[in-house]
């Protein structure tokens, strides 16, 4: 099986190679929006809003004006907060857990005819770099050996999601984007080592994005 998922990827890297257009390619800004959570993390645990933005590249793979690579780089604002809806009142629910990231997502994205004005797909991998954490509000715990930890929660340099994304094209310069990010990568590890917490403290801690935004694309 081993064997044949490396054929079948090499055969898809031969292909793409041979069909990528790097003289077409197209350049362009995005931002937007986000709301991001972070899975079987602090309680309470709640969303984070915070936003993007950044450049982008639309690489050519076919001779029919439809399908592109699209990489980016953005700053990316992620986290998550004490605010979940059950949690009114309680000792930390104004925590915040901000994670700023500079954030380089590749997208293979197809618009669904070769018309100028079209709904488009993407998918592909996010590879986040943190910049830095900004912690308010937070409790501060021991690790199971008893050295003062610091700031509840220290999020991990360099984390991978999955990304996929649906928008609408005008005329391929003006795009409206609506994308999903799914963590596959563990955001807090070093909160898998404290004590004190609930029977979710040793499961993967997932960065999960909702974010929606406008790019536009130069000639």
Same mark, same amino acid.
């Given at each position: ?8 990827a090499?055969c ?14 197209r350049y362009?800004i995005?931002?937007?929006?986000t709301?991001?959570?972070v899975?079987n993390?602090?309680?309470?645990s709640g969303?984070?809003y915070?936003?993007?933005? +950044? ?15 699209q ?5 990316? +604002?992620?986290?998550e907060?004490?605010?979940d809806?059950?949690?009114k009142g309680?000792?930390?629910y ?22 100028e ?5 993407m998918?592909?991998?996010r590879? =986040?770099?943190?910049i =830095?954490?900004n912690?308010? +509000? ?7 050996e ?16 999955i +990304? ?13 984007t609506l994308r ?5 990568s563990?955001?807090y590890?070093?909160?898998m =080592?404290?004590?004190?917490?609930d ?7 997932s960065?999960?994005?909702f ?7 130069f000639?």
């Amino acid at each position: 099986m081993k064997k044949i998922l490396i054929s079948t990827a090499l055969c898809a890297v031969t292909f793409l190679s041979a069909q990528i257009d790097f003289s077409s390619t197209r350049y362009g800004i995005t931002a937007g929006g986000t709301y991001s959570r972070v899975s079987n993390a602090h309680n309470p645990s709640g969303p984070l809003y915070s936003f993007y933005g +950044g450049f982008l590249a639309m690489i050519p793979v076919d001779d029919n004006n439809q399908f592109f690579i699209q990489p980016e780089v953005e700053y990316f +604002g992620a986290g998550e907060s004490g605010k979940d809806k059950d949690a009114k009142g309680s000792e930390f629910y104004d925590a915040v857990y901000a994670n700023n990231y500079i954030s380089v997502p590749i997208y293979f994205k197809g618009y669904f005819s070769e018309a100028e004005s079209e709904f488009f797909a993407m998918a592909g991998p996010r590879f =986040n770099f943190l910049i =830095n954490q900004n912690v308010s +509000g937070a409790p501060v715990r021991y690790t199971v050996e008893g050295d003062a930890n610091g700031v509840n929660g220290k999020a991990a340099t360099f984390n991978f999601a999955i +990304g996929l994304g649906v928008g609408f094209s005008y005329k391929r310069k003006l795009e409206a984007t609506l994308r999903y990010d799914l963590g596959l990568s563990n955001t807090y590890p070093g909160l898998m =080592n404290e004590k004190g917490l609930d029977a979710s403290i040793q499961k993967k801690k997932s960065e999960q994005v909702f974010s929606v935004g406008l790019s536009y694309v130069f000639d």
